[in-house]
């Protein structure tokens, strides 16, 4: 019968068989598919695993920490943590579409992971080889891509002497025949903390698709206090089952006249949208309670430098989006 005991030493068993002596990289996003994928890998073979975490400075409040620290302290993984943040931002500088968002983002994930990758292939060298990449796939996942498995071939852009130009990795995905909800129950087993393993969706862009407009440093540090003041309140509500997942906007580019104290400002609206959804393919916007979307707006209001406006976002998917951008 399933267990998520069975399914770890099921996993445990064949992750060992197949890497034997050799090593794995795992890059770790700071969601639950990495983050339980990973566990269960160093459960396996311990220090032949190193995790890649890149630090794009797009996170929220605290997540960075939440890998560094709590995932590190809860599994004993050997962690490779690369500061990129200063790297986005400059390939990021005067983008505000949306799609262009992305491209950079992403190309720029894939070049800062590669360049870490090479380095630990490289330390490596004399030790036995790096030859597996472990990968957060969840069944869904494989149905959705024809189920198709194997290796992977990561072209390199990078320049460390002695590596071939094409790496091929074997894959490794533990999770191949889970479900999300399954996914959590592993990693809850695997002690792994609760922020990890429950997190709600978030997208691989992360801040810099919700701040409407260019992202800048400045831009990233308020939305990361409005966001973590509106996830602080929902979680202390209870309300982090019935809402599939609440992304905060900063519209950058709006401004709105307000008053504070005895002075006129001139301010940036938040935007709260909180969603019900079962796929995120669909979504209603969630009847919450106005005490709560009024501690919330008190709150951001007073707390948040250069915003005096909270607006609540009461449209559904379709046809409006869950991210705004
Ligand atoms: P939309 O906005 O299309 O979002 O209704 C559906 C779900 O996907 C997430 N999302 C993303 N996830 N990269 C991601 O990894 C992205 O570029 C991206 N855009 C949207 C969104 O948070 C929601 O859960």
Same mark, same amino acid.
């Given at each position: 019968?399933?267990?998520?005991?069975?399914?770890?030493?099921?996993?445990?068993?064949?992750?060992?068989?197949?890497?034997?002596?050799?090593?794995?990289?795992?890059?770790?996003?700071?969601?639950?598919?990495?983050?339980?994928?990973?566990?269960?890998?160093?459960?396996?073979?311990?220090?032949?695993?190193?995790?890649?975490?890149?630090?794009?400075?797009?996170?929220?409040?605290?997540?960075?920490?939440?890998?560094?620290?709590?995932?590190?302290?809860?599994?004993?993984?050997?962690?490779?943590?690369?500061?990129?943040?200063?790297?986005?931002?400059?390939?990021?500088?005067?983008?505000?579409?949306?799609?262009?968002?992305?491209?950079?983002?992403?190309?720029?994930?894939?070049?800062?992971?590669?360049?870490?990758?090479?380095?630990?292939?490289?330390?490596?060298?004399?030790?036995?080889?790096?030859?597996?990449?472990?990968?957060?796939?969840?069944?869904?996942?494989?149905?959705?891509?024809?189920?198709?498995?194997?290796?992977?071939?990561?072209?390199?852009?990078?320049?460390?002497?002695?590596?071939?130009?094409?790496?091929?990795?074997?894959?490794?995905?533990?999770?191949?025949?889970?479900?999300?909800?399954?996914?959590?129950?592993?990693?809850?087993?695997?002690?792994?903390?609760?922020?990890?393993?429950?997190?709600?969706?978030?997208?691989?862009?992360?801040?810099?698709? &919700? /701040?409407?407009?260019?992202? @800048?440093? %400045?831009?990233? $540090?308020?939305? !990361?206090?409005?966001?973590?003041?509106?996830?602080?309140?929902?979680?202390?509500?209870?309300?982090?089952?019935?809402?599939?997942?609440?992304?905060?906007?900063?519209?950058?580019?709006?401004?709105?006249?307000?008053?504070?104290?005895?002075?006129?400002?001139?301010?940036?609206?938040?935007?709260?949208?909180?969603?019900?959804?079962?796929?995120?393919?669909?979504?209603?916007?969630?009847?919450?309670?106005?005490?709560?979307?009024? &501690? /919330?707006?008190?709150?951001? @209001?007073? %707390?948040?430098? $250069?915003?005096? !406006?909270?607006?609540?976002?009461?449209?559904?998917?379709?046809?409006?989006?869950?991210?705004?951008?």
């Amino acid at each position: 019968s399933w267990t998520t005991g069975n399914v770890i030493e099921e996993q445990v068993a064949a992750i060992r068989e197949q890497v034997g002596d050799r090593r794995a990289i795992c890059g770790l996003s700071g969601g639950v598919d990495s983050a339980v994928a990973a566990a269960l890998v160093q459960r396996a073979i311990g220090d032949q695993l190193t995790c890649v975490y890149v630090d794009h400075g797009l996170m929220r409040k605290g997540e960075t920490e939440q890998v560094e620290k709590d995932f590190v302290a809860a599994t004993g993984v050997q962690l490779k943590v690369v500061d990129a943040q200063e790297r986005f931002l400059n390939a990021l500088a005067g983008v505000s579409d949306p799609e262009e968002k992305r491209k950079i983002i992403g190309r720029e994930f894939i070049r800062v992971f590669e360049q870490a990758q090479a380095e630990i292939i490289a330390e490596a060298s004399g030790d036995q080889p790096v030859e597996f990449l472990v990968q957060g796939t969840l069944y869904p996942d494989v149905v959705e891509s024809g189920g198709g498995t194997g290796t992977a071939n990561i072209k390199s852009h990078h320049n460390v002497g002695g590596l071939p130009e094409d790496l091929e990795f074997k894959l490794i995905e533990p999770l191949r025949k889970l479900f999300k909800d399954e996914v959590r129950m592993v990693g809850q087993e695997l002690g792994l903390p609760e922020e990890i393993v429950q997190r709600q969706p978030f997208p691989g862009p992360g801040l810099g698709i &919700r /701040i409407v407009g260019e992202v @800048t440093r %400045e831009r990233l $540090d308020l939305l !990361r206090e409005a966001d973590a003041i509106a996830r602080e309140e929902l979680t202390a509500a209870g309300l982090d089952r019935e809402i599939w997942q609440c992304p905060v906007v900063l519209l950058a580019d709006v401004r709105s006249v307000g008053v504070q104290g005895d002075g006129r400002t001139y301010g940036h609206p938040i935007v709260l949208r909180p969603v019900s959804s079962e796929d995120a393919m669909t979504a209603d916007w969630t009847r919450m309670p106005y005490d709560v979307l009024a &501690r /919330i707006s008190t709150r951001i @209001t007073n %707390e948040v430098k $250069d915003v005096n !406006r909270v607006v609540l976002d009461v449209t559904s998917k379709p046809p409006g989006t869950i991210e705004w951008e």
